[in-house]
């Protein structure tokens, strides 16, 4: 999931954010891609990008199905407030509509 909400300058123009909003999903979509190439997740199983303005927004664009279940990864930085889940995971927790698995990073 991306957060699509404006992040630059009005002089970098209004839709700057649009274009590396994009680049990003494409990266994501790449990777994810790949962990099928890779056999690391199976033929069957159906992986998303979705992009929107705000957390809640980009997951209720997601196409959400009965047994879907959403896993974020904690990120390794940060200070002891962090450990577990940081701002942007926690975020997400609170509005995913499906069932989370945390993994460390």
Same mark, same amino acid.
């Given at each position: 999931?991306?957060?699509?909400? %404006?992040?630059?300058?009005?002089?970098?123009?209004?839709?700057?954010?649009?274009?590396?909003?994009?680049?990003?999903?494409?990266?994501?979509?790449?990777?994810?891609?790949?962990? *099928? %190439?890779?056999?690391?997740?199976? @033929?069957?199983?159906?992986?998303?990008?979705?992009?929107?303005?705000? +957390?809640?927004?980009?997951?209720?664009?997601? @196409? +959400?199905?009965?047994?879907?279940?959403?896993?974020?990864?904690?990120?390794?930085?940060?200070?002891?407030?962090?450990?577990?889940?940081?701002?942007?995971?926690? *975020?997400?927790?609170?509005?995913?509509?499906?069932?989370?698995?945390?993994?460390?990073?």
């Amino acid at each position: 999931m991306a957060d699509g909400r %404006t992040i630059y300058p009005p002089e970098a123009g209004l839709r700057a954010e649009d274009s590396i909003l994009e680049q990003l999903a494409a990266h994501a979509r790449e990777t994810l891609a790949q962990l *099928k %190439t890779d056999g690391v997740v199976c @033929d069957d199983v159906v992986l998303q990008v979705a992009t929107a303005n705000g +957390w809640d927004e980009a997951i209720n664009a997601a @196409d +959400w199905q009965e047994g879907d279940l959403l896993a974020i990864g904690t990120s390794p930085v940060g200070g002891i407030a962090r450990v577990f889940l940081g701002s942007r995971g926690s *975020k997400i927790l609170r509005h995913s509509p499906v069932p989370v698995l945390v993994l460390p990073g």
